[in-house]
């Protein structure tokens, strides 16, 4: 049987408003081992999420991959969640791989993925549900279940073609290729692609700059693009009557206002 680390597998730190959550079993390439550590990370997720000091997330990994996927050991083994009936499988998936994903869906402030090295199989799908991806020159990603013969078993195949079309999403889950930081960038998967030690400091720096905005605003913004998926105009349009009235009454608005007004009269005239 194989060895499972009881060692947390998800590392917290502040900078600020900033949250950053750091899956830390680099021995392990950040794999998902156990129903355990998706139940840890969606916890985190939704605890950052519930703190109101909290603006922005990061989600990173340590060493050099930002998340491997599964275990293959455990796969052969049928251990852990991949072991069992049918209908276990399928009780396991939905009480604990698939807390993450829906933890993603349902925070309110923005989530960046800062993928520093390979992201493959659930990794990939975990990058691609938070709302911005930055990746290292180093990084490479794979859908990569259909060389393992299952199928993406996070909502990945829901999430992946909403990022980079629907003919690009399958290129990527039929071949199961890994592609590389430059290829991410233009097809759209990435932001923005940076030497490897400037990730860090490249992903707060961009957590910070949308944490200094009003976060009940940050918060129906982020609502507001990813309802759009699923409305037609006349639908969306009615939420963003609702929202701008909420936000034209909030003491946070005014501020932010007579703070860029009192910016305007710094400025020296030409």
Not at 123 to 146: N, W
Request: aromatic share 4%; hydrophobic share 45%; charged share 20%.
């Amino acid at each position: 049987m194989t060895a499972v680390s009881e060692a947390a597998f998800v590392r917290e730190t502040r900078d600020g408003q900033v949250a950053t959550l750091t899956l830390d079993h680099p021995d392990t390439l950040n794999r998902f081992v156990t129903e355990e550590q998706f139940l840890e990370l969606a916890a985190r997720i939704r605890a950052v999420n519930a703190d109101p000091a909290a603006r922005a997330l990061i989600i990173t990994g340590a060493g050099r991959a930002f998340c491997a996927g599964g275990d293959l050991r455990r796969m052969a083994a049928r251990e852990g969640f991949s072991g069992g009936s049918v209908a276990d499988i399928q009780r396991r998936y939905r009480q604990s791989v698939h807390q993450v994903p829906l933890a993603l869906s349902e925070a309110d402030i923005p989530t960046l993925a800062a993928v520093n090295g390979a992201a493959y199989g659930a990794g990939c799908d975990l990058a691609c549900f938070c709302d911005i991806r930055v990746a290292a020159q180093s990084a490479s990603f794979s859908a990569s279940f259909a060389q393992l013969g299952i199928v993406s078993g996070d909502g990945g195949s829901w999430m992946l073609p909403r990022l980079v079309g629907r003919s690009k999403a399958m290129e990527l889950a039929f071949t199961a290729d890994p592609i590389d930081a430059a290829t991410a960038l233009r097809i759209g998967l990435v932001s923005s692609v940076v030497d490897d030690a400037a990730l860090p400091a490249h992903a707060l720096a961009l957590a910070q700059r949308i944490a200094r905005h009003p976060p009940e605003a940050m918060r129906m913004t982020k609502r507001l693009i990813r309802d759009a998926e699923q409305q037609n105009l006349p639908q969306h349009l009615d939420v963003v009557a609702a929202f701008q009235a909420i936000a034209h009454v909030s003491p946070e608005h005014l501020a932010a206002v007579r703070t860029a007004m009192d910016a305007m009269a710094r400025r020296p005239r030409r």
